[in-house]
């Protein structure tokens, strides 16, 4: 069977759970050499490990804090250096809160805006740079369906996907004469660890958010990893600057 990632060279930031550890995953069985980047990992070489014997391809944990730009810089660095190339990078890590509008303080904002926003702009700077001596690339983000329609008790939240949006269609128009291709997925309700903490106690509001969701259930993390893996490949090769909803159809 064809492997559509096949030997292509990956970061996905925040990959060492949830979203970004089943796209790490989907990326290794399409063949993709992946270096997952997160700032804590819990036993990773075990789980890295056991992908990349799975797949047969090489997968590596990266201790990465995407808000400290020298860090990413030598990380990106790092990985053209040994490599040759960075194919693709998915902007994944992220902060989510759910604070009523009233609650939202300054500095819980301005942290939210520094990994959501701040971090992903810086890297795509320094990436594209990267990408373009390469001949292109593609960069995804996460942006989310909340980043589209808003959502109560996200303000903060849903601020910072709304920019993450906006931010992808700039770039990807900026971009694409480098032969980079910029586009975002937006994720609806996903059942993570992180929702399963959120929510762990109120099973009445599950119900109620299923029941807005068109296709009658929540999101998987494999659900985002398949969008983001056709975007990854050649088989996107003329889709740049779009926000590709995996929402089961709760935005329309």
């Known amino acids: 069977m064809k492997r559509f990632l096949e030997n292509k060279v990956c970061l996905i930031t925040g990959g060492g759970r949830g979203i970004g550890r089943a796209i790490a995953e989907r990326f290794a069985g399409d063949g ?6 997160d700032i804590q990992w819990d036993e990773p070489d075990h789980w890295t490990c056991a992908v990349a014997e799975k797949y047969q391809t090489k997968v590596i944990p990266v201790l990465l804090d995407v808000t400290d730009r020298e860090m990413v810089k030598k990380t990106l660095m790092g990985i053209h250096k040994q490599e040759g190339r960075i194919d693709c990078v998915v902007n994944n890590a992220a902060i989510i809160s759910n604070q009523k509008l009233g609650m939202v303080l ?27 001596r390469s001949g292109g690339g593609s960069i995804i983000n996460m942006a989310s369906v909340t980043g589209v329609i808003g959502s109560p008790g ?14 992808t ?14 586009n975002a997925v937006a994720p609806g309700i996903v059942k993570t660890e992180r929702f399963e903490e959120l929510y762990e106690t109120d099973s009445d509001k599950i119900d109620v958010r299923i029941q807005k969701i068109g ?24 889709i740049s600057g779009q926000i590709l909803g995996v929402d089961g159809c709760a935005a329309i």
């Open 169 to 182: 269609k700039s770039a990807a128009k900026e971009l694409a004469p480098l032969h980079i291709r910029v």
């Open 106 to 132: 300054r500095e819980n904002l301005e942290q939210m805006y520094r990994v959501n926003v701040f971090a992903v702009i810086e890297m795509i700077q320094t990436v594209s740079r990267l990408m373009a």
């Open 32 to 37: 993709a050499i992946v270096y997952a980047g």
């Open 215 to 238: 296709l009658g259930r929540l999101g998987t993390p494999e659900d985002v990893a398949n969008a983001c893996a056709f975007l990854a490949s050649d088989r996107a090769d003329y």
């Open 154 to 167: 996200q303000v903060a939240y849903s601020s910072t996907k709304g920019a993450v949006i906006t931010m």
